[in-house]
């Protein structure tokens, strides 16, 4: 009887005693926010995705098919140097040369192109109208 006396007394005194661990310290976290990509890069990478997107943009616009004509001339030479003129007078100016059709033989010398037929019929109305362009035509480029 001591013995099972004995053996509950420690037993209980077992399940009392309990260690007290020391209390662990909380940690601070601190989140520390770092750029992905610095400044610099990230101006470059905006800069590419903007000029991908005007070129896009320019390889998905048709070429002009509509042209206002300032000048028609038999000789290359004498149709550069005209173009030269209206480049330096701020035009998009270009020589066109045909290959087949009428008027093969002339270097046609233009100073606006356009897309849109009805655009272009309404400059050409326009041009006409001002002086000295009475003589101002429309090239159709097909």
């Known amino acids: 009887m001591f013995f099972i006396a004995g053996v509950i007394l420690l037993s209980f005194n077992a ?3 309990t260690e007290k661990k020391p209390k662990k310290k909380p940690v ?10 610095d400044s610099a890069r990230l101006a ?3 800069a590419l995705i903007e000029a991908q997107k005007i070129a896009e943009a320019e390889a998905a616009k ?3 098919k509509y042209f206002l ?3 028609s001339f038999h000789s290359m030479a004498n149709a550069e140097k005209f173009q030269k003129e209206l480049l330096a007078q701020g035009y998009n100016s270009e020589v066109i040369v045909r290959k087949t059709g009428p008027n093969t033989d002339f270097f046609k ?3 606006r192109s356009f897309y849109d037929r009805d655009e272009a019929y309404d400059a050409l109305r326009q041009e006409k109208k001002q002086p000295n362009n009475e003589s101002v035509w429309l090239l159709v480029k097909n």
């Not at 601070?28 to 990509?37: A, G, S």
Request: glycine share 4%; aromatic share 4%.
């Open 15 to 17: 399940c009392n005693s």
């Open 28 to 37: 601070k976290k601190t989140v520390v926010h770092k750029p992905l990509i």
């Open 44 to 46: 470059d990478s905006l």
């Open 62 to 64: 048709p070429d002009d």
């Open 69 to 71: 004509i300032s000048g």
């Open 109 to 111: 010398v233009s100073y």
